[in-house]
């Protein structure tokens, strides 16, 4: 019974990626160059390109997954939304990761937005965002708390930057930071959230976030950003960590109060998404071969620590452990 499910609900994802994927850009670049026109100016190229891509697979994948536990796909209003939360995040990470804005600033952006003065395109296409989102979404108490948290997690972040920083405050930042990011975006759905759900969304942000990293190990070595990737010295350690992570998620998909057909679609869904950093994981233990330690990454070629999910050993890796961890 399970191989059919994952196989259905596989090919339901796929094909909604493939058919969702094209409509979602388009509405993503229109209400970019809307704003473009509205207050006459450019997002640069990076921030337009990471919005356009990132909302398509964020939508198909991760809202569609959360709204399909109260039955249903996400709704135009509720897709809108999810632009104007990467336009925020994109321009919002920019602010803070290129000193743009200080921290005073972002303060008022952010918690008084009627009263702060924009000085340029990027503050009032910022500011516009953040409005609407504030404006549309149901709790608005709740999802102030959350903000707060993470623009306390935005400041705290910096510390990955410091050498000495200690592999546990790493990943107490990892979670927070990138826990609460993630835990935005339940807000934007219309859906009643249970307990389960809202704790899952906080521990996915932490998933991607390790997804990331792994990733990037490439480009975060060579610019002094320490993550749990970065500082790993042993890929089984690793490994027996982000299993014990998807193990606490597996636990808590289990408890999440709808039918059980519901939650399986849904654990295969998110088993998607965690079986992108088994797949980069995997590639750490290839490099670490039968040696207790992993080399340092300092001084392996780039391309070594590149993970290329277009390589059909990668795909055919990231299948397997979709159809192993997505099983509850």
Sequence with gaps: MYFIRFLFTTLYFGIRVLLVRWRAE???VALLRDLEQRFNGRFDQATFRKVAKSHP????????AFTGLHGRTTTIAEQERC????ICSSLFDNFFDEHSRTDDEIYAMTFAPDTYAPK????RAAKYAHTRLLNEVKDKQGY???LMHEYKGQMISREQFDPDITNERIQEICFYKCG???LLCKYYLDVDASEAETAIWYRLGAFIQLCDDLFDIYFDVPAGINTLATRCTNAYAMEAFFLGLIKDMQERIRSIPVSKARREKFAI?????????LVAIEQLKRLQGQSAQLPQFANLPRKTMIVDMERFGNMW???KFVYKYGKL
């Design 26 to 28: 388009k509405q993503a």
């Design 57 to 64: 697979i964020y939508l198909s994948i991760v809202n569609d």
């Design 83 to 86: 632009v104007l939360y990467f």
């Design 120 to 123: 340029d395109f990027d503050d």
């Design 144 to 146: 102030l708390e959350v």
């Design 180 to 182: 609460n990011a993630t």
């Design 269 to 277: 869904a998110m088993a998607g998404i965690y079986s992108l950093g």
């Design 317 to 319: 890796r990231w299948f």
